[in-house]
């Protein structure tokens, strides 16, 4: 082999994952904090999975690692690009998530599990696209609030600004709340108020909206917008054994099964409540009650705490940026995070209603697992270009 051959593959090779490549300029405790939850996650997942699927008890657990490792190939690539295109293609990258939604209503879409979310691709594969309008739905109000704002913290954004976000974000969560997905759609609103608000509006328009978000809640509430069951899982949760066998069953059995794990649990596989499936979507939206019953108190604080590193680390990139792109993608992406982590745990422990929102980076599903770990590398991107810069 020729040496300017050789030369030039050990340049790129070193310019990659040598010493000073972007890679080795990653925030560490973030990459570690995901690949923990990652971990943990695929070992919920094959415990909550392995005794109803009788002809192969770790095909699911299979998949989940397979979904992981394309959500870490996405998580690299992005991380090691420069996250200012996204400000370029916002719009498209937007576009094309709201195309997603609108084929779910389509006879493209698909329901699994009574939610018609799905676009099925074949081979036992699905995309959710309203798993995907999160992140695009972040960076197109990012790139909209950021267009006039030049100065870090003194610049607010403009009226006219905060009205289209609002208009992007209604017309994502409408298409969101037709499937229905009452759950996702709670995220994208607080997604939508927490891209604001790191935006820097004014106290007072915040109040007027928070004033304006309830009277709309109270709006749907009373002129029978939502469904029948959506509205039992809220007066469920102000007292779930008014009907245990019922709506309140989900509540009930997740307080159970958390509880039975005490301090350090049953241990992985032991769960009396997990392997009897006692707690139905025990590996999606309930993955943390496994956690409960088999790793115990110890383990359900260890999977908060590590959603917590995640969280605050976000929080030290968006206020360590720049550039106020970045700064309100990075401010977008820990709301989201932090609201969907404080939903799911909610709701497994009773303090929120039961809505069918995944634990980030711990629940089974390849979409959220995409856009997770996307997202992630796009924290990783904006603290490399803004820190090494």
Known sequence: ?????R?????????????GSPIWRMDGLLFA???????????LVWSSTRTWISNEPTALAKKHVLNLCVGLVLYFLIA????????????????IAILGLLLVITPMGSTINGHHSWIMIGGGFAIQPAELVKP??????????????????????????????????????????LQPDLGTTMV????????????????????????????????VWSLGLMKPYQVARFTALINPSSDPRGVGYNSTQALVAIGSGELFGKGLFHGGQTTGRFVPEQ????????????????????????LGVILLRGLR???????????????????WMGFQTLVNVGMTIGIMPITGVPLPFVSYGGTAAFANMASMGILQAIHIRERWA
């Open 1 to 5: 082999m020729p040496e300017a051959v």
């Open 317 to 335: 990139i968006a206020r360590m940026c720049e550039d106020r792109f970045g700064a309100l993608v990075a401010g977008g992406i820990v709301t």
């Open 136 to 177: 695009a739905l972040i960076i197109f109000m990012a790139r909209l609030l950021a267009r006039h704002l030049q100065g870090k913290k003194k610049d607010r954004p403009r009226p006219l600004d905060v009205a289209l976000c609002l208009a992007a974000a209604g017309v994502a969560a409408l298409l969101v709340m």
């Open 188 to 219: 994208l609103a607080v997604i939508t108020g927490g891209v604001i608000v790191f935006a820097g509006l004014r106290k007072r328009w915040i109040a007027l909206a928070m004033v304006a978000a309830v009277a709309a809640g109270q709006a």
């Open 283 to 306: 590996h999606t939206d309930f993955i943390f009650t496994v956690a409960g019953e088999e790793f115990g108190f110890l383990g359900t604080v260890t999977v908060v705490a590590l």
């Open 80 to 95: 090691m690009a420069d996250y200012r295109w996204l400000r370029t293609y916002a719009a498209l990258v937007y576009g």
């Open 7 to 19: 030369i030039g593959r050990r340049s790129i090779v070193q310019r990659t994952v040598g010493q």
């Open 33 to 43: 904090a995901m690949l923990a939850l990652s971990v943990i996650g695929t070992l």
